[in-house]
Each structure stands twice: as structure tokens, then as C-alpha cells.
């Protein structure tokens, strides 16, 4: 695909792009950043896009993919953000929720550290780290499919653990 077919077959659809993208990232300015990145994206992708049957189609969930993984990120950020630094807590929270973040951070680290070795490992290395599962894969030499049994398996656990208290 050329420069010329880019323009008439994929800039049109810069609204829906931006439409899918503001209500999957709720933030006007995030989604116009999110449409920039994916443009850079299907223009590198230009090959396989010639290719594609339904070009509206594979542009969106190309674009949706990317706010996904925005998301992902995002909260990726703010749990490693509580679990590494109690300091990082918000100043915009009262004195009662900064504690109250603080006695969360505790019991989820204290949760983690009871967690059998490999669950430990892999919900660190993933929800910590911020570490995808190929990465992890080559870290601890286990199958990605071990991975998320281990990785399903803690947060379950850690779900059950924190709701029963």
C-alpha cells in the first residue's frame, strides 16, 4: 500500500479510530495520542493491510488492541506504583485514605509473600514487574499456559484471602 492508498483507504476512518479510542480510554487527550500511535502502527502494518479484506475492520481492532494494551499499562503503573513506594500515594488523598491505601499495600504485599514460590514469582514478574508473558516465559523457563495457571491461581488466591478478611 502506498502513501496515496493510506490516505484515501485509512486517514477516513480518523474519527472512528478517535471514537473507539475516547470510550475505551475515557480522556479526550489520551485518545488523540492513542490515534497518533496507531497510525504510525498501520502505516508500518501498510503491508498486511493491503492484504485484509475488511480494512475498516482490522483497523479498529488493531486500534482497540492498542487501547488495551494502553490500559493494561495504566493499571500496571498504579499497582506497582503501591506495591514498590508506600510514598507514592497520592497527595490529593485525605490523611484517613493515605492510611487506608497504606494498610492495603501491607496486607497485598503480606498476601503476596504467603503465595506457594512459583505463584509469588510469576504474579511479581507480571502484575509488579509489569512483564509480559513470553518475558516471563524465558525468565523462569516455564510454557506461557503454566504461566497464566500459576499467575490465574495467585490473584485468585489473594482475591479469596483479602475478601474473607
Known amino acids: ?12 476512518l480518523k474519527n472512528k479510530i478517535y471514537r473507539l479510542a475516547k470510550a475505551l480510554l475515557n480522556d479526550a487527550s489520551e485518545a488523540e495520542d492513542a490515534v497518533q500511535d496507531i497510525y504510525l502502527k498501520l502505516w508500518s502494518s501498510r503491508k498486511e493491510l493491503e492484504k485484509a479484506n475488511n480494512v475498516t475492520g482490522l483497523t ?20 506497582s506504583g503501591l506495591i514498590d513506594n508506600d510514598e507514592s500515594l ?17 496486607n497485598v504485599k503480606q498476601l503476596i509473600s504467603t503465595l506457594p514460590e512459583q505463584q509469588r514469582i510469576v504474579i511479581h514478574l507480571r502484575d509488579v514487574e509489569g512483564l509480559e508473558m513470553d518475558e516471563i516465559a524465558t525468565i523462569t523457563g516455564m510454557t506461557e499456559n ?6 490465574s491461581r495467585a490473584r485468585q488466591s489473594i482475591r479469596k484471602s483479602f475478601l474473607g478478611r
Open 146 to 151: 503454566a504461566i497464566k495457571v500459576y499467575l
Open 1 to 12: 500500500m502506498d502513501l496515496q492508498q493510506f490516505e484515501i483507504k485509512i486517514l477516513p
Open 90 to 106: 497520592s497527595a490529593d488523598l485525605s490523611p484517613y485514605e493515605q492510611t487506608e491505601q497504606k494498610d492495603l499495600v501491607k
Open 60 to 79: 479498529l481492532h488493531i486500534a482497540r488492541n492498542h487501547c488495551i494494551d494502553k490500559l493494561r499499562i495504566r493499571n500496571r503503573v498504579q499497582f
